[in-house]
């Protein structure tokens, strides 16, 4: 069981903006800042946002993130079918290490 | 462009040893904190373990800690993982990440696409 917790799996189409949850702790998402990768069907995860809300070069303005206390929340919208992907969050922890969410299946309808 | 290239990966009997390394390019390696991440087949993300820009400050998850040692060549641009008492819940592959800055914070700018790690008899 992950430390930080994503929905398993979320859903829009086309259009649409959907949102993705993740929850933590004053010791991780609390005191660090949060970060968001995408990761499609057999490849390895990529960047999508860092630092809680910044989107690196290269990356859609469709996708936002957000962080209010130990939660965080990544938006996307405008949903396209090519954003069908696992989603995680991570952060690091107080304890001295890493943090990943359980992922979140995005499935575009 | 940045470029990691992991290596060393295989099938191995429970409680046997591994090492692997993840050959970096394109960026000035010993500026950054590196790590591993593996995932389980079918599974999500699990980070394993980091290590800093120099090298004097390692860090690992409590599921490894103890088994797996990480550290890195600078001169050579290369990380490892030196893989002890393997579990059979260690089968995974296996990615090197390499942060955007000295100290690691989860912030993965760039990804190698894995080498695979079985532990079965």
């Known amino acids: 069981q992950s430390v930080l917790t994503q929905p398993p799996s979320a859903s829009g189409t086309p259009g649409q903006r959907v949102t993705i949850s993740c929850s933590g702790s004053?010791?991780?998402?609390?005191?660090?800042?949060v970060n968001w990768y995408q990761q499609l069907p057999g490849t390895a995860p990529k960047l999508l946002i860092y630092s809680n809300n910044q989107r690196p070069s290269g990356v859609p303005d469709r996708f936002s993130g957000s962080k209010s206390g130990t939660s965080a929340s990544l938006a996307i919208s405008g949903l396209q079918s090519e954003d069908e992907a696992d989603y995680y969050c991570?952060?690091?922890?107080?304890?001295?290490?890493?943090?990943f969410g359980g992922g979140t299946k995005l499935t575009v309808l | 462009d940045v470029q990691l290239l992991e290596s060393g990966g295989g099938l191995v009997q429970p409680g046997g040893s591994l090492r692997l390394s993840c050959a970096a390019s394109g960026f000035t390696f010993s500026n950054y904190a590196m790590s591993w991440v593996r995932q389980a087949p079918g599974k999500g993300l699990e980070w394993v373990s980091a290590i800093s820009g120099s090298g004097g400050s390692t860090y690992y998850a409590d599921s490894v800690k103890g088994r797996f040692t990480i550290s890195r060549d600078n001169s050579k641009n290369t990380l490892y993982v030196q893989m002890n008492s393997l579990r059979a819940e260690d089968t995974a592959v296996y990615h090197c990440a390499k942060e955007g800055q000295w100290e690691p914070r989860t912030r993965y700018d760039n990804w190698g696409q894995g080498t695979l790690v079985t532990v079965s008899s």
């Open positions: 991570a952060a690091w922890d107080d304890s001295l290490t890493g943090r």
């Open positions: 004053s010791s991780n998402i609390g005191s660090n800042t």
